[in-house]
């Protein structure tokens, strides 16, 4: 499976020009499985109210993968809005 880590790699050899921005997202083990942390707060992540805590280890790479993928997004629009002013 792939981490946000390998996400952020292969981004970044798809699109070389693109600046490198460190993942927000990791997968760990958790008491009950495995969480996806938001290493900006050291806390299991959450989507919108669902805690992303006790899946599986599948589960919670692919969440981590899509919460990147959000995240990025809103990276891009929010340069893109500055670029705009």
């Given at each position: 499976?792939?981490?946000?880590?390998?996400i952020?790699?292969?981004?970044?050899?798809?699109?070389?020009?693109?600046?490198?921005?460190?993942?927000?997202?990791?997968?760990?083990?958790?008491?009950s499985?495995?969480?996806?942390?938001?290493?900006?707060?050291?806390?299991?992540?959450?989507?919108?109210?669902?805690?992303?805590?006790?899946?599986?280890?599948?589960?919670?790479?692919?969440?981590?993968?899509?919460?990147?993928?959000?995240?990025?997004?809103?990276?891009?629009?929010?340069?893109?809005?500055?670029?705009?002013?």
């Amino acid at each position: 499976m792939t981490n946000a880590i390998e996400i952020e790699q292969r981004e970044s050899d798809e699109n070389p020009d693109a600046a490198t921005l460190p993942p927000r997202f990791e997968v760990r083990r958790d008491g009950s499985g495995w969480a996806v942390y938001d290493v900006n707060t050291e806390r299991v992540a959450r989507r919108g109210a669902v805690s992303q805590g006790g899946l599986s280890r599948s589960t919670a790479e692919q969440s981590a993968w899509e919460m990147q993928l959000d995240e990025n997004e809103a990276r891009y629009r929010q340069d893109l809005a500055k670029a705009v002013r």
